[in-house]
């Protein structure tokens, strides 16, 4: 799931969205250990996190039931969950049994945090007009060799090779007969394999949802960063309404430029239902409390304290989420990408989300942790205390 946004985006620079979102139970630290992301450095949990009286807690019970649900929730919510309290005994009890132990980077550059959100579009199960666009079901002639590269099996012969690009599948319709559903607008059917899941209007009146289910295994490149490179947008103002009104203002360049993102992305079928759609950890994603981070820093089902600022505006934006999805180009532990919701507006904001973010993460109280092994991440804790009179998110 992912977006663009203003100045560098997800499409200007592989970064700025969750992409390719899995539905595997991810392993998780063990309820005892710091992760490696604060074990690893000399600092201390802060007392004071800023803007803590600012979030109102709402929908958080919702995001942390959807977890203890789970047939095994993540560690350390195992134990957690049978204390979790009524929703507006919820922040209380956080502020009572957990610590927060900030996130740093050893280069000292400031935390990122970008938006994704769920897309509204209208199609069709069968092909029913011309310019509509399809997403596939993964191939059945596709597999993974043992290094876990994609490759396609040639039938009849058994040989196998890569498996092909963006622009050889479409150029050459290598998967006809394999469409799960037909878009009516090929742009956003392109932004749906940005984003990793959709919900589509059908003739009939129902609605369909899809999601991430795999991909061609070749790395994601960002168009808007093309774009830019060649003069088409300037970097000062791309993001994804520029970026999706310059593809149609441009139909006979535009397939190229698409095609400059070798990775494709297939689809299946979601269930229904009024809740998001679901992320990584497996359950479904709520607006404005799920974020996407790095599972190699920060553990799924973690909760975690954002301090940074509105993308209308400068207002501050602090608040807890928990970490319940992850995506190829959500690198870092100081690094999360805000689940907006579903809807224009929901894409609208998340597409101006690129705010610099200082974030904590919250770990159970206990004795203090050991220190990490060196060999993990380049990341540490951050060695000094954050004064709760601060407006804006650090610098660095």
């Known amino acids: ?28 630290a063990g309820a005892g250990a710091l992760p490696p992301a604060v074990a690893s450095g000399p600092g ?7 803007g803590w009286h600012e979030d109102d807690g709402s929908r958080l019970h919702e995001a ?14 195992a134990a957690l969950c049978t204390t979790l309290p009524a ?22 550059a400031p935390g990122l945090l970008t938006g994704y959100y769920e897309p509204v579009l209208t199609g069709s199960r069968e092909r029913d007009r011309s310019g509509q666009a399809p997403l596939y079901r993964p191939p059945t002639d596709m597999v993974r060799g043992p290094d876990g590269v994609r490759l396609r099996v040639q039938t009849g012969t058994g040989a196998s090779s890569r498996y092909p690009t963006r622009a050889e599948i479409e150029n ?63 970097a000062a103002t791309v993001d994804a309404d520029a970026i999706k009104a310059w593809l149609r203002a441009h139909p006979s360049e535009a397939d190229a430029v698409m095609h400059g993102n070798r990775r494709y992305v297939f689809f299946r079928e979601l269930p229904g239902g009024d809740g998001g759609p679901p992320g990584s950890l497996g359950v479904p994603l709520t607006p404005m409390r799920s974020v996407a981070t790095d599972p190699a820093h920060v553990p799924p089902g973690a909760l975690l304290f ?4 509105h993308p209308d505006g400068a207002a501050p934006l602090r608040r807890l989420v928990v970490s319940q999805d992850k995506g190829a180009a959500i690198v870092g532990a100081v690094r999360a990408d805000l689940y907006w919701g579903s809807g224009d507006e929901a894409g609208r904001l998340a597409g101006r989300t690129r705010q610099p973010a200082r974030i904590w993460l919250l770990w159970p109280k206990g004795p203090e942790p050991p220190r990490g092994d060196p060999r993990i991440g380049p990341s540490r804790i951050e060695p000094a205390p954050v004064s709760s009179s601060s407006s804006r998110p650090a610098s660095g």
Not at 9 to 27: E, F, K, T, W
Not at 44 to 50: A, D, S, T
Not at 88 to 108: C, E, H, N, T, V
Request: glycine residues 8%.
């Open 87 to 108: 929703p507006q005994a919820l922040k209380g009890w956080i502020a009572a049994r957990f610590s927060a132990w900030p996130l740093a980077r050893d280069d000292g």
């Open 172 to 234: 050459g319709r290598l998967l006809a007969g394999q469409e799960l559903v037909w878009l009516d607008d090929p742009v956003e059917a392109f932004f749906v394999h940005v984003q990793g899941s959709a919900r589509v209007r059908l003739r009939d009146g129902s609605t369909m949802r899809v999601g991430f289910a795999d991909h061609n295994g070749h790395p994601y490149q960002a168009i808007g960063r093309d774009l830019v490179g060649r003069g088409a947008l300037s």
């Open 306 to 309: 954002l301090d940074t600022t």
């Open 64 to 77: 942390l039931t959807s977890q203890c649900a789970l047939a095994r929730p993540p560690e350390p919510w």
């Open 44 to 50: 201390r949990p802060v007392e004071h996190l800023p």
């Open 1 to 28: 799931m992912h977006r663009a946004m203003a100045a560098t985006a997800l499409l200007l620079a592989a970064c700025s969205a969750p992409l390719d979102h899995g539905y595997a139970q991810p392993r998780s």
